[in-house]
């Protein structure tokens, strides 16, 4: 009998702990995906994936009722040739695509507004650092687009293929 009050007791201390490691310092359930901040103002990032075409694109996934979608495309060549990455242009001779990303577009709604989306081009500085534990990603970007500093951060899973 005691043996099986241990083991319940056991358990149920590794449920409480496993639970207090998905909560934040102050107790709240931590977001899942991430966020950019771009004029003041930030907008959630809960999916992400990478492709050869797109480059890497972090974005929401559109809900009732505006079904607005909030973008920040990023393109880089892989995300396992490094883990530090500086905005450089493609057309630049030192341009190295395993330490680079070349361009960047963000599409999203101040007035979350479908339809009135707006869409930035034109990057002239940034950096993403890239880390990894098995299939979790963790990036963080600071990029200057069109004049505008964005910053965001995204934790999580990246769909397709990463290379």
């Known amino acids: 009998m005691k043996k099986l009050a ?13 639970k207090k490691n998905e909560r934040g ?8 995906g991430g966020t950019f901040t771009i004029e003041g103002r930030s907008y959630l990032s ?26 920040v495309q990023i393109f880089v060549d892989s ?9 450089m242009d493609r057309n630049d001779t030192s341009y190295d695509r ?7 577009v963000v599409r999203y709604s101040p007035n979350d507004l ?3 989306e707006l869409e930035i081009t034109g990057v002239t500085a940034g950096t993403m650092e890239v880390s990894r534990e098995e299939e979790t990603f963790t990036i963080d970007y600071d990029i200057v687009v069109a004049g505008r500093k964005m910053r965001g951060t995204y934790v999580g899973k990246v769909a397709g293929k990463k290379w």
Request: some cysteine; glycine content about 8%; proline content about 5%.
């Open 114 to 116: 479908n339809g009135n």
């Open 79 to 87: 995300l396992f040739f490094s883990h530090s990455y500086t905005y």
């Open 6 to 18: 241990l083991l319940l007791l056991a358990t149920s201390l590794t449920g409480v702990a496993c």
């Open 25 to 32: 310092d102050n107790g709240d359930i931590k977001p899942a």
């Open 46 to 71: 809960n999916y992400t994936y990478w492709n050869g075409t797109e480059g890497l694109v972090l974005t929401n996934i559109p809900q009732a009722p505006s079904y607005v979608e909030n973008t």
């Open 98 to 104: 395993k330490k680079h990303f070349y361009n960047a």
